[in-house]
């Protein structure tokens, strides 16, 4: 599994971890790592964004993969009981989710009067995920920001 990056480069650094986190906790449940649930993980590093459970079934058939709504719907709960992604905070029916790995950046403002999820940029929070790890000992993978807004009061 390949993961294409916005400028057109072909990376596996991404991919292969997570098939490796998903596999080890497929496998503590007693589970199989099929070719299926690898499509649909597949299919959700390719969204890269936040998803809907829809939203990856017409991902899947694009990609003309036959993979179940209960295979897809199973799978993105395995992934969050993985750690692989989680749901997002929003108001109303649909569940959303979002990869929790990765190493790009996503950050995003989630309206919660229109429910509409705009990506947004903020490069200073790279800088103080850098100073935070290497203040710990560590060296970052990645991070996500979610903001929750509505529109203020017209008086």
């Known amino acids: ?5 916005s400028n057109g480069s072909t990376s596996i650094r991404i991919t292969e971890p997570l098939c490796a986190v998903f596999r080890r906790q497929l496998k503590a449940e007693g589970q ?15 969204l890269d964004r936040i998803f809907e459970a829809e ?12 993979v179940s ?3 897809v719907y ?16 929003t108001e109303g029916d649909q569940a959303q989710y979002q990869l929790a790995y990765g190493e790009s950046p996503s950050d995003t403002l989630v309206r919660l009067d229109t429910r509409e999820v705009v990506d947004i940029d903020v490069p200073e929070l790279a800088a103080i995920a850098e100073r935070v790890c290497k203040d710990l000992g560590l060296r970052p993978q990645g991070h996500k920001l979610q903001i929750f807004a509505v529109a203020p009061n017209d008086s």
């Open 1 to 5: 599994m390949a993961l294409q990056t």
């Open 32 to 46: 199989k790592y099929t070719p299926e649930r690898a499509q649909v993980l597949d299919a959700i590093i390719a």
């Open 55 to 66: 939203q990856v079934i017409e991902e899947l058939r694009q990609r003309q993969h036959r």
């Open 69 to 71: 709504k209960a295979t």
């Open 74 to 89: 199973r799978t993105i709960n395995l992934l969050q009981d993985a750690g692989i992604i989680q749901r997002v905070l």
